[in-house]
């Protein structure tokens, strides 16, 4: 068609970096967490970064949902909170075990006598890291099925996962045999390893690390994958994904299951790293806290949820030390800021720069040399840049 | 266009009431009726489309032609009939219907923005990919997409990014996606409408090729454009088929020309057969 120049396609900076920057980008990161980190940061610097490496993970698989298949999942302390109780739950009885105890500390304390019998299977660790692995990811695709098959808007799946995770919450405040609100705290060994030795809360560190690589992997070869291109049809036009044969509810329950997996991973290792875990670690305040480090570090990117969470993890630790009120606000204000201007999170905040000043990318096309002889529907549309 | 003549195909012109004689595929359409909180968009209407005719559906705004198409492909709940090559279609799902070869335009181009051409037609071509597949990435492109990429003539544009096409190069890669996808029953829903004259005169060109060995119906209110491209013409107004054939018998129609004149006659017609 003599209309189709030839066009310079249009270059735009990639929201997934290619093979060579890539490697660069793993081995940087490895340099840093593995060998920076440990030797500048004093060992409590260096678990309360390891706890930001769990939010990581955590927004990682928020990026890939909702950045790239539109899923606002705006629960993930769900996930999160069914990681973090099975693995604590664990620890607890095998403390237990250690000390030859009959029960766990808190148990005893409150005259129980016999563990209750949904704890028993966690005496395993292998039941305990295949449910970890396995029940959020499990939980996600029923949940996922239900929602997307019935075609629930936008707006309803993502007050319906807020309201789960508040309903986790508060199910969790009332099981005295979770500790209630206090959660469950002051776990002394993990498979075996003795958390008061700093080499052992270093491995721990590394473990976090290690899985947090592993997972951006995971999540960039998923944004690459044809599977990843059609995530972004999905969000994009869903509609229009059915009319070439594609069930999107099938699309979008497997990008949710993933993130709901990496949110129970990040749940379980966030249990010995920070040795508590509580209700409030699990509702709707740290399930929306996940989402503003990823809007603000820009949830189309692969590593842009990634730095935004461990960023506004590491600004809430230090301000909040210091104005713990005002830290609230400020967490609210630039996250208002960021998606009213920039709604690309920073990660787009070069690409804004860069295009500044430069005419809109189009492609070159002869205009019609006449008029359509008649006019339809609408009128021809400019193609928008 | 005319440059591009795909080799692989026998070269054979649509026809009046199919090229393909017995054993072609089709798409039959009996008594299909679509009610909108009470109004009749659509009422008992009979489609017969061979294979191998390219079928213009024509009629005035508001007729019911669009509403058509999304009962066919499942967007809109309807009664009646849709039997496509011996499958029945009504009451499936919409992706179900489209894996079984019934494609369709819309009426404002819906190509994915944000992807490149290449990749639009990539995820056109694979809804019967298996999960393997998916989960790695795109190797090179297939020779059916670079053999679509030609014959829609966007292959020097694979790698823009589909959001920044030319009006008409979104209507070309949408069919181009129809094609990839391998569906033999193509429902266009005004798919030159906003072209320039020219680029109306390629589609054309693009529609008579692809018509050749597949059910193509195109709805389109243009008469120089029907009459230049259609092998047969369906009339519908206020939901129902008025004239068939054709295009010179359903020009000959009086019914069709007081429809398109809006004649005191054409009031009488609409209100006999009892139109709201
Ligand atoms: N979803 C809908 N709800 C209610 N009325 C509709 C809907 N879709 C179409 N209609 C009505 O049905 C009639 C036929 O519309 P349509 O099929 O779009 O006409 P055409 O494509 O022939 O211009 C119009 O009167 C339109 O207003
Ligand atoms: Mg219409």
């Known amino acids: 068609m003599s209309t189709t120049t030839p066009a310079a396609p249009a270059r735009r900076w990639p929201a997934v970096p290619g093979p060579l920057r890539t490697g660069a980008g793993f081995a940087l990161a490895a340099v840093v967490l593995f060998a920076v980190a440990p030797a500048v940061l004093s060992d409590f610097r260096l678990g309360l970064l390891g706890k930001f490496l769990c939010f990581a993970i955590v927004a990682a698989g928020i990026g890939l949902a909702w950045g790239r298949g539109g899923m606002l999942t705006l629960g993930q302390g769900l996930f999160f909170g069914m990681g973090a109780y099975v693995m604590a739950m664990h620890l607890k009885l095998a403390d237990a075990q250690v000390r030859g105890d009959a029960v766990p500390d808190f148990m005893s304390i409150a005259g129980v006598r016999d563990v209750p019998g949904w704890w028993q299977p966690f005496a395993s660790p292998v039941v305990t890291l295949l449910v970890v692995l396995l029940a959020p990811g499990a939980v996600a695709v029923l949940l996922g ?12 799946f993502a007050i319906l996962s807020q309201a789960l995770a508040a309903a986790l919450a508060t199910w969790v405040v009332g099981q005295q045999m979770l500790g209630g609100s206090n959660g469950l705290n002051r776990f002394r060994t993990f498979f075996g390893f003795d958390l008061s030795d700093p080499a052992n809360r270093r491995l721990l560190f590394f473990i976090a690390a290690g899985t947090l690589l592993v997972v951006v992997a995971v999540v960039r070869q998923l944004m ?48 010995p790293l920070v040795g508590i875990i509580s209700p409030s670690d699990v509702g709707i305040v740290p399930s929306i806290s996940f989402l503003i480090g990823v809007a603000i570090g820009g949830r189309d990117t692969l590593l842009g949820p990634v730095l935004g969470a461990i960023g506004i993890a590491w600004a809430e630790s230090s301000l909040s030390e210091s104005f713990p009120s005002a830290w ?14 920039l709604p690309g999170g920073l990660a787009s905040l070069g690409g804004v720069l860069r295009r500044r000043g430069r005419p809109a990318e189009r ?11 008649v006019r339809t529907t609408e009128p021809e549309k400019e193609p928008v840049a | 266009m005319s440059t591009h003549t795909p080799s692989t195909r026998t070269e054979r012109d649509p026809l009046f009431g199919g090229n393909a004689g017995m054993g072609s595929e089709y798409l039959e359409v009996r008594g299909l009726s679509v009610t909108f909180d009470g109004f009749k968009a659509v009422q008992d209407v009979d489609l017969t489309l061979l294979q191998g005719d390219l079928r213009f559906l024509i009629g005035p705004n508001g007729a019911g032609k669009t509403t058509v198409i999304d009962a066919i492909t499942g967007l809109v709940p309807a ?23 019934v494609g369709r335009t819309f009426q404002t181009a819906s190509v994915f923005e944000e992807l490149t051409v290449l ?47 030319a009006h008409g190069q979104k209507q070309w890669l949408e069919i181009g996606m129809l094609l ?17 004259k020219e680029e109306r005169e390629q589609t054309g060109q693009l529609l008579r090729r692809i018509g050749a060995e597949r059910t193509v119906v195109v709805v389109e209110h243009d008469m120089d454009f029907m009459r230049q491209f259609a092998t047969s ?44």
Request: charged share 20%.
């Open chain 1, 145 to 156: 099925l239900m929602v997307f098959k019935r075609r629930v808007k936008g707006a309803y």
């Open chain 1, 224 to 271: 690459r994958s044809r599977y990843g291109e059609l995530l972004v049809a999905v969000r994009d036009q869903e509609e229009r994904v059915r009319f070439l044969g594609y069930d999107p509810a099938n699309v979008k329950v497997v990008a949710y299951t993933v993130a709901a997996t990496f949110a129970g991973i990040a749940g379980a290792l966030f249990v």
């Open chain 1, 328 to 341: 609230v606000y400020a967490q609210g204000a630039l996250f208002i800021v960021v998606v009213g201007f």
């Open chain 1, 363 to 373: 492609v070159p096309h002869e205009e019609p040399d006449e008029p359509a002889s």
């Open chain 2, 79 to 101: 009664t009646g009939k849709v039997n496509k090559s011996g499958t029945q279609l009504l009451g499936r799902k919409t992706h179900q219907i489209a894996r079984s070869g």
């Open chain 2, 119 to 165: 990749q639009n037609l990539d995820i056109a071509a694979g809804a019967g990919r298996s999960p393997w597949t998916m989960l790695r990435r795109r190797p090179g492109v297939e020779p059916r997409i670079a053999e679509v990429l030609d014959t829609i003539g966007l292959a020097s544009l694979a790698e823009v990014r589909a959001g920044i096409l």
């Open chain 2, 180 to 196: 990839v996808g391998n569906a033999d029953v193509l429902l266009l829903d005004e798919p030159v409408a906003g072209m320039s």
């Open chain 2, 233 to 276: 013409v369906t009339v519908l107004a206020r939901g129902r088929v008025i004239a068939e054939g054709s295009v010179a018998e359903v020009q000959a129609d009086p019914r069709v020309q007081e429809v398109y004149l809006g004649t005191t006659a054409a009031a009488e017609y609409t209100a006999e057969i009892g139109g709201a």
